[in-house]
DNA sequence: GCCATCATGAAAGTGACATTCATTGACATT
DNA sequence: AATGTCAATGAATGTCACTTTCATGATGGC
């Protein structure tokens, strides 16, 4: 599914005339053998090892252009700083958040999703999207 | 119950040694008789025409004395800005936010709640808190 | 290869919050 | 009422995570 991504990602741009770039390929790349739920901040310094050339600019522009494109979305998780995740096509997932560790966790609950469009039916209300996060703490943490 | 939570706060106050003040009395007026779900910036504003001397790093840390006498919970709704609603001892609501007018309606489900920690229970997480926003149009947004 | 465009990255700007510090105010004690 | 002590205030400044600018460099259609 990187092959897939790289392939979205490649027509997305070519659709809107932008160009390939040296640096966009190898952000793409270790962003996508990256964890899941990475900051600005984060992949920049793991880029910065091996391409200590790539500005922090860079990064942060290339990420809004994965979200833009649809292989990547923008999450907030109140520590201040902004999470891209990877998405697939038409998956969907909610997260319980660790508050010791930091430590992130999917979930899907059909039965969940089921009731929030109940909820916005009855008061009339188009759902765009929605968030669900659990906070607490992670099997580790609480040993 | 604006006398009630007056009183909350009054209590914490002098439990924990902390003077009352003009500034303090005015403020706390001011966030129970407005419109739940307020910025700084705006009870600020608010403020400002009648009370043109009290600072903006006044109401800063008085919301965030409100918060720890448990009679104001801090939200964020991706709009940059940190809101302050009211809370009451042990009511809990999630919300419904429109994305065009900004509009933002409470509701409870106890079944969505049920769900959820049957959720964390299945991963052996420990509940902390949850947060779930539903984004979309409001009633009036859709006319 | 030429060249109109787009991309890059160091640096500067932005905005919302958070803190500093000199001064003021609250209130317990004379 | 005056004093002493320590918390409170608010103008100013600092912080931090973006976000934008702009001079320079790279891309790709011809
Ligand atoms: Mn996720
Ligand atoms: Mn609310
Ligand atoms: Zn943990
Ligand atoms: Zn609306």
Redesign the pocket.
């Known amino acids: 599914m990187k092959r897939a991504k790289k392939k979205v990602f490649a027509d997305f741009?070519?659709q809107k005339?932008?160009?390939?770039?040296?640096?966009?390929d190898i952000i793409l790349d270790c962003f996508l053998s990256s964890d899941r739920h990475l900051?600005?901040?984060e992949l920049y310094l793991k880029l910065r090892s091996k391409h200590p050339?790539?500005?922090?600019?860079?990064?942060?522009?290339?990420l809004?252009l994965f979200a833009e494109a649809g292989i990547a979305r923008e999450m907030q998780f109140g520590d201040?700083?902004?999470r891209y995740e990877h998405v697939s096509e038409g998956e969907h997932h909610d997260h319980l958040v660790c508050t010791r560790c930091g430590h992130i966790e999917e979930f899907e609950n059909e039965t969940i999703e089921k009731l929030q469009d109940e909820v916005a039916d009855s008061r009339g209300f188009l759902i765009e999207r929605h968030r669900l996060e659990i906070y607490g703490l992670c099997a580790n943490c609480r040993k």
């Open positions: 741009m070519s005339g932008l160009k390939s770039t040296k640096q966009r900051s600005i901040e050339n790539i500005g922090y600019a860079t990064v942060y522009r290339t809004k201040g700083q902004t």
